[in-house]
C-alpha cells in the first residue's frame, strides 16, 4: 500500500465495515413484511393474479446509510486522483477529480469533458484512467455509483424500489404462471403481479429485497451486495496505483 493512497484505503475500510450493519438493517426490515399479497379475479383470461405491494416505506435510516456509503465511495476516488497529481508535481488540485462522464462523447470532448479534470496527472495515470473507461456504456458499474453520489449530494435524497426476486406456493394446485413482475424492481407504490393461477386456494410466498432506484443499469441488486461491488470495484482501482 503506497503510504500517500493511505486515506483512500481508509476510506473503503470503513465502507465495507458499514456492509454488515446495513445488511442487518435492511433484512430486519423485509423480516418484518413490510408488503401485503393479494389476489385478484383476471377478467381477461380468467384465474387469478396474486399481487405484491409495499405497505411500509423504507426507514430513512438506510437511505442515509446508502447516501453516506456512495458518498465515501465515490469521493475516494476523487482523493486519490488528487494524491495522483501530487505525485506529478501538482500544487493545486482543486480542478482535479475522478472523471465519471454521462457517455464517451463527453468523457473526451467538449468544455466539461472528464479526461481535463485528470490533466495534471502524468501521462502514464491518465491513460490507466481511460483505459478504465470510467462513463456510461463503458464502465457501468462506476456510473451506477456515481449516479447515487450525485443525486444525493445535489439534488434529493435517494429512492428505495421493491424488487420481488422469486415466489413460491404452498402446494401445486391447478395452473401456474409465474408472473410478468418477478425478477423486475419498482417504486414501492406500485402493484405488482407475481403469480397467475386457476386455483383460488394457494398460498403464495416471495422472497423480497430493497434496492435503490438511482442504480440506472444495475436494477435488482441488494443493497449490501450492491456496495460490495463498489467497493470492490473501487479497490481494484486504487491497487493499480499502489
Known sequence: MA??????????AWAKAQLPILGAETQFFIDSKPYRIWKEVNEERGGF???????????????????????????????????????????NTK???????????????GKRAGVKKIARLSAVDRQIIIDLKPYFGGNDLLYAL????????????????????????????????????????????DERTVLWTTSP????????????EEIGQRPGIALAPMFGEFIGAVKSIVALFD
Open 95 to 109: 480542478d482535479v477529480h475522478f472523471p465519471i462522464s454521462h457517455d464517451r462523447d463527453s468523457f473526451f470532448d
Open 201 to 212: 386456494y394457494l398460498k403464495a410466498y416471495v422472497t423480497t429485497h430493497v434496492c435503490i
Open 3 to 12: 503510504n500517500d493512497l493511505k486515506h483512500v484505503h481508509a476510506k473503503l
Open 146 to 189: 456515481h449516479q447515487m453520489s450525485i443525486t444525493d449530494k445535489h439534488n434529493r435524497p435517494l429512492r428505495a424500489a421493491g424488487f420481488t426476486a422469486s415466489v413460491a406456493v404452498d402446494e401445486m394446485i391447478g395452473d401456474l404462471m409465474i408472473g410478468p413482475d418477478i425478477g423486475t424492481w419498482s417504486a414501492l407504490d
Open 49 to 91: 393474479d396474486y399481487k405484491i405491494k409495499y405497505t411500509q416505506p423504507v426507514p430513512d435510516s438506510i437511505l442515509i446509510s446508502a447516501s453516506n456509503l456512495a458518498h465515501q465511495i465515490r469521493s475516494s476516488l476523487d482523493q486519490m486522483a488528487a494524491t495522483l497529481a501530487v505525485r506529478n508535481g501538482a500544487t
